[in-house]
């Protein structure tokens, strides 16, 4: 393979890109899924948004938000991907705010710390397994077209 000499990071990132077939690079190697009719992240993200589904189909939680936001006082934001509220026994009920990831990266321990200081909210770290992702997103539209009936 001949080497070929590159004049600037707009010409590396373009070769970089054609040899992923032209896709966008991402940080930590997630691919970005069309599923449900937007963007997700990750498959793993998409994945998860189908397990809450299926939670909120079996009635076991409420009030899914997908992507909540909240502001701190110094002026940046946390985007979380999801918040809901779960159901247990005797209508007893908890908020939770929960970030999908492959692991924890610098950035999401900062700004855990810095809701759990300002909110009070603990965010819950998820983590899917590849073969668990893919079977999840297999039955997704299935699972999606049973709740968006209700």
Known sequence: MA????SSRAELLK????????????????TRIQFAGRWWHSKMEAARYVQLLLLVEREALRDLVLQPRFKFHCGRSYIADFSYTTVGQNSVTSNVVEDVKGFETKEF?????????????????????????????????AVLARVEKR
Do not use: F
């Not at 070769?15 to 997630?30: F, I, P, Y």
């Not at 810095?114 to 539209?141: F, K, P, W």
């Open 3 to 6: 080497m070929q000499v590159v």
């Open 15 to 30: 070769l970089m890109r054609a040899g992923r077939g032209g896709r966008r690079l991402n940080k930590h190697n997630a």
């Open 109 to 141: 321990k900062i700004k855990r710390d810095l809701l759990r200081d300002e909110y009070g909210i603990a965010v819950q770290m998820v983590t899917l397994n590849s073969r668990c992702v893919n079977d999840l997103l297999a039955v997704g539209e």
